[in-house]
């Protein structure tokens, strides 16, 4: 299985309410991508210094992957909310034992 995380770090202008927009869709999002099998995504709680926003999907090999990333439901995501929230992003997929869960 791969973890797939991804952290943003926000355009200035990002509002509370841009926040909670992308959190739902991106929420809304997970619960009909088929190759999913675990998602969370959410605003960084700042306990250390970093990005200001995390997504981490857990697919079942890099096909499910490409999958979720291709899907027309993340592009639509993309387009309506963090093509322009954005100013920089990082990502890394991490290979992680059958069974695990988010």
Do not use: C, N
């Amino acid at each position: 299985m791969i973890l797939h995380i991804a952290t943003f770090t926000f355009v200035e202008r990002v509002t509370a309410d841009d926040i909670a927009g992308l959190t739902a869709d991106l929420t809304s999002m997970a619960a009909v991508v088929p190759s999913l099998r675990g998602y969370r995504a959410g605003e960084s709680l700042r306990l250390r210094p970093g990005a200001d926003y995390g997504v981490a999907a857990l697919v079942d090999d890099a096909a499910g992957l490409e999958r979720y990333l291709d899907s027309d439901e993340h592009k639509a995501v993309y387009e309506r909310w963090l093509g322009w929230m954005i100013q920089s992003r990082q990502a890394v997929q991490l290979e992680v034992p059958e069974g695990s869960s988010l």
